[in-house]
């Protein structure tokens, strides 16, 4: 979620509304047996003002991070086995600096090596979720990351679940957890099934390109799954309660602590991420305004009600 300040000032330029999110990485297991179960990706979306207990996010994320390095390597370790040696140095030049490599940067330095043609096919002979290459990292569970996902204030939705073996079981299992939403439109514009599926778990109807910029035939564009307006109304129809929660909660705990790192975790993701003018002392700017102007559009104000009634003389300086 490092770029995420970047774009959201990149994007003010043009108009363009940025909705912070991160897919994570998770296993499905219902008896949560090490080295079982099914990886399921799920998307967290944000307010403007991030996620309101964002230690805990960045947690998991550092968490998944770390056990991706030691992924690649045991996967490399195997490819070598197989016959099929790739340099480390080769998949992180890939990825690039700060990047925690993957099996699309495995997959990618394979076809720069000559191994196989294309992505597709050392996914399919090699890297796949049953191919003799493959390894777990340290996902967490799926039903931790939805409830951390709404314990942090975000929007959960399901990716791509056609890719599942038994998508209604973790659907509904899921749902119990707090999911709020699930992939349905796709880029082939195939919905098959997943439709009526979301109407029997009640969740948001969403979809998307996948796309990883990774490029190459095996990838579908930007912009290439046609979403109707309604889609994005009933999105953020639900995201405006949960995301204004957020935001009250993050508010009224600044105000417990007020201090220069948690005014900058504030102001993270928000528009107007440039907080070098603000002290913690002796500043007439009006922290809560500022936040508020910064974060929510007019329409999402007429939501926002912080139910202390002194809480925003917390924030003058």
């Known amino acids: 979620m490092a770029g995420i300040p970047e774009a959201v000032s990149a994007a003010s330029k043009f108009g363009i509304r940025i909705i912070p999110g991160v897919e994570i990485s998770a296993l499905y ?24 207990r964002p230690d805990e996010l960045d947690s998991m994320l550092l968490d998944i991070r770390d056990g991706r390095y030691l992924r690649t390597k045991n996967m490399l370790q195997k490819l070598t086995t197989l016959k099929v040696p790739i340099k480390w140095e080769h998949v992180t030049k890939i990825a690039g600096d700060g990047v925690a490599p993957g099996r699309l940067h495995i997959a990618r330095a394979m076809v720069e090596a000559g191994y196989v043609e294309n992505v597709r096919q050392a996914f399919n002979k090699y890297l796949g979720d049953d191919g003799p290459a493959y390894a777990r990292g340290s996902e967490p569970f799926a039903e931790t990351v939805v409830q951390l996902i709404s314990r942090t204030g975000g929007i959960s939705a399901l990716a791509h679940p056609w890719s599942l073996k038994n ?151």
């Not at 297991?29 to 309101?52: D, K, L, Q």
């Not at 930007?222 to 999105?235: D, E, N, Q, S, Y």
């Open 29 to 52: 297991n219902p008896r949560e047996v090490a080295g079982a179960g099914e990886t399921v990706h799920i998307f967290a979306y944000y307010g403007m003002c991030g996620p309101s």
């Open 167 to 317: 998508p209604d079981a973790i659907i509904r299992s899921l749902k119990g957890a707090g999911l709020n939403g699930m992939e349905v439109y796709r880029s082939d514009g195939k919905v098959d099934g997943f439709s009526e599926l979301a109407e029997k778990y009640g969740l948001l109807k969403l979809g998307g390109s996948d796309f990883h910029g990774r490029g190459g035939k095996d990838e579908s564009d930007v912009g290439t799954v046609k979403l109707a307006i309604t889609t994005l109304c009933c999105f953020l129809k639900m995201a405006r309660s949960i995301w204004s929660s957020a935001m009250k909660d993050t508010l009224l705990k600044f105000a417990e602590g007020p201090s220069a790192a948690n005014l900058g975790n504030m102001l993270k993701f928000g528009r107007l991420n440039n907080f070098a003018g603000f002290s913690p002392i002796n500043n007439d700017i009006h922290v809560v305004d500022f936040c508020l102007s910064s974060w929510l559009s007019n329409d999402d104000m007429e939501d926002v009600e912080l139910e202390e009634p002194n809480v925003t003389n917390a924030f003058v300086y």
